[in-house]
């Protein structure tokens, strides 16, 4: 029977010129299955819309907002 992990394995490993893939980073990242807002799916943070089963809208700011600066705070009488 084909194993096709294996297969991805030495594949990865010639790409990587011999070395281990994992450990050049090749396999095994979470970041091939995160979203591009750095969510998995099912992660329980707020839905940004990516995932299918999510229904969260991401809305595009249209300008950036500048922060106010502190008011001053005045001594009690």
């Known amino acids: 029977m084909p194993n096709p992990f294996a ?12 070395g281990c893939p994992i450990n050049a980073g090749l ?6 299955h995160e979203c591009t807002h750095g969510r998995l799916p099912g992660d329980r943070t707020a839905n940004c819309g990516c995932w299918p ?5 991401v809305i595009t700011l249209t300008r950036r907002l500048r922060a106010q600066p502190p008011t ?5 009488a």
């Open 72 to 76: 001053a705070r005045r001594k009690a």
């Open 27 to 32: 396999l095994g990242r979470l970041a091939d």
């Open 7 to 18: 297969d991805q394995y030495r594949a990865a490993m010639r790409h990587a010129g011999g």
């Open 53 to 57: 089963q999510e229904n969260a809208h």
